[in-house]
């Protein structure tokens, strides 16, 4: 394998200064600060129930740049009203479900609090759980003080 050597000196300063903590572990209980990265309506991999699939990023703090996947499922009537609380949290009011997928773009790089918390299931295991407290930051023509009057502050 010397083959590789020369190709992987490059890299040796950058390997000794990097982590090697995982990135994928649940981060602590607690609240946090993250920007909406991504939200796309899904069918679930294992279940096949209809879902928003959530990519958020801690924006601040000891876990700036850490990942936070979300997954909010349709399967029943008391999961609507889970999902609009989370998304009138963040800002978006939605007459319609059925415009839910176009307006779904409209959250994009908006910045929320979030609460992660950590529960025991039925099975044993542990689950975390994630709740879109309210919205703190928004971008484009919903952000506060967006409209064109420089009276309002």
């Known amino acids: 394998m010397s083959e590789f050597r020369s190709q992987l000196e490059e890299f040796e300063a950058a390997w000794k200064e990097a982590s090697a903590e995982s990135v994928f572990d649940n981060l602590p209980d607690g609240k ?54 989370e998304i009138y949290a963040c800002g978006l009011e939605v007459e319609s479900i059925l415009d839910l997928p176009d307006m ?22 542990d689950y975390q759980n994630c709740f879109i407290n309210k919205l703190l930051e928004a971008v484009g023509p919903d952000a506060v003080g967006a409209d064109d009057d420089p009276f309002v502050f």
């Not at 993250?34 to 796309?40: L, S, T």
């Not at 700036?64 to 009537?77: I, N, S, T």
């Not at 910045?111 to 295991?125: A, M, N, P, Q």
């Open 32 to 85: 946090y600060q993250v920007g909406i990265e991504e939200v796309r309506l899904e069918n679930a991999k294992k279940s096949g129930r209809l879902q928003l699939a959530w990519v958020l990023t801690v924006t601040n703090g000891d876990y700036a740049g850490r990942k936070v996947f979300h997954y909010r499922g349709l399967d029943r009537e008391e999961s609507v009203g889970w999902m609009k609380r």
């Open 104 to 125: 779904l773009p409209e959250l994009l790089d908006r910045v929320v609090e979030i609460t992660l918390k950590t529960k025991r299931g039925s099975d044993g295991e």
